[in-house]
């Protein structure tokens, strides 16, 4: 991994970070998710983000995690949010946000530098 991945990984994390405060803040509730078009722009947004930030990445550092983290199609979703966000299915958001963030946090998290090694 390079530094520049580092720092991606710092910026993808920040995201996951909103996405997850945001599904807090509606009280991981869907019907409140689907209710206030602010939380359900949050998370479409940090969605959109993560996927533009993860072609920043390294072609090794994507090699050794796809399996994890799958890339692909999260580029894939930040595409469907840039170009067809009117369209877009908030169920897939929200599952996501509850079920795919979590995941693709603690996988990034697990490459960032602690206190210690810093």
């Not at 599904?23 to 509730?29: A, I, L, M, Q, W």
């Not at 090699?63 to 979703?77: Q, S």
Request: glycine share 2%; proline share 3%.
């Amino acid at each position: 991994m390079v530094n520049k991945d580092i720092a991606v990984l710092e910026k993808i994390n920040k995201y996951c970070e909103r996405c997850l405060g945001t599904v807090v803040r509606c009280e991981s509730d869907y019907e409140k998710f689907l209710a206030d078009y602010d939380f359900y722009q949050s998370i479409s947004m940090s969605l959109e983000q993560i996927g533009e930030l993860s072609k920043l990445l390294s072609e090794d550092f994507v090699k050794e995690t796809d399996n994890e983290a799958h890339w692909k199609l999260i580029k894939d979703i930040r595409n469907m949010v840039a170009h067809v966000y009117d369209r877009m299915n908030p169920k897939r958001i929200w599952y996501m946000a509850v079920n795919d963030i979590p995941k693709l946090s603690e996988l990034v998290k697990r490459y960032l530098p602690t206190e210690e090694n810093s």
